[in-house]
């Protein structure tokens, strides 16, 4: 089946350490986005690609990383830097045809980052 | 800033009745607004979406209402069911956008048995 797979669905980060989120698709997409969603506040991006090799911060970059390498991988670094990483991580793809026109967001089922 | 404010940030219905939750946005060079529903532990899935240029959508029990000239528009769930409860979330966004979508800040939907 096509889709976004997250892993891993539970995370735990120590203080000072960094982590990566995995997000992997299959649906040929050209662009992939990472939000972050906290209760109340909806989903607000971090980063997001239109291609490979290319990425531009979304609201909220500081203390986060990616890389586009591949076209059906977008990884989330979670660095030491951002002091307050508690969340759930959201990664969503969508292609780029007609860009006259606005293609629907897929989303994975998320990563769920806590601090021990 | 593109903002999109949604409202009531929770709502409690009974089976059968109606369900509406209201968006509006500030931006006027939105021209795409969809609405997403999230179960807890998973992602969002796209529901129903439009554009400006129709005041009106409907797919089965969910209708999208659009007014262009107060910046808002407003999602309907028609004979609101149990496994209807879940977090819905307004989006916008501006064709040919890069960035894409600017999502409200959600509602959570209890629907009783």
């Known amino acids: 089946d096509g889709g976004i797979t997250q892993s891993p669905k539970y995370l735990f980060r120590k203080e000072g350490q960094n982590v990566t989120l995995s997000c992997e698709q299959n649906l040929n997409h050209d662009a992939m986005y990472w939000y972050r969603?906290?209760?109340?506040?909806?989903?607000?991006?971090?980063?997001?690609?239109?291609?490979?090799?290319?990425?531009?911060?979304?609201?909220?970059?500081?203390g986060y990383?990616?890389?586009?390498?591949?076209?059906?991988?977008?990884?989330?670094?979670?660095?030491?830097?951002?002091k307050n990483p508690t969340a759930f991580y959201l990664c969503a793809s969508s292609s780029?045809?007609?860009?006259s026109s606005n293609q629907p967001q897929h989303f994975g089922d998320g990563t769920r980052l806590s601090i021990l | 800033q593109q903002q999109v404010k949604q409202s009531p940030q929770s709502?409690?219905?009974?089976?059968?009745?109606?369900?509406?939750?209201?968006?509006?946005?500030?931006?006027?060079?939105?021209?795409?607004?969809?609405?997403?529903?999230?179960f807890p532990g998973k992602g969002p899935a796209l529901l129903i979406a439009i554009r400006p240029d129709v005041s009106e959508k409907k797919e089965g029990r969910f209708t999208i209402s659009f007014n262009k000239s107060a910046k808002q528009f407003s999602l309907h769930i028609m004979d609101s069911?149990?496994?209807?409860?879940?977090?819905?979330?307004?989006?916008?966004s501006i064709s040919g956008s890069a960035r894409q979508l600017t999502f409200g800040s959600g509602t959570q939907l209890t629907v009783l048995p």
């Open chain 1, 37 to 62: 969603q906290d209760p109340g506040q909806g989903l607000r991006l971090i980063y997001y690609s239109q291609i490979v090799n290319d990425f531009q911060k979304g609201d909220i970059a500081e």
């Open chain 1, 65 to 82: 990383s990616v890389s586009r390498e591949k076209k059906e991988s977008f990884p989330l670094t979670v660095t030491s830097a951002q």
């Open chain 1, 96 to 99: 780029n045809q007609g860009r």
């Open chain 2, 11 to 38: 709502l409690i219905v009974q089976k059968g009745g109606i369900s509406i939750i209201n968006c509006a946005y500030e931006n006027t060079a939105f021209d795409y607004f969809p609405w997403y529903q999230q």
């Open chain 2, 81 to 92: 069911q149990p496994g209807d409860s879940a977090t819905y979330f307004c989006a916008a």
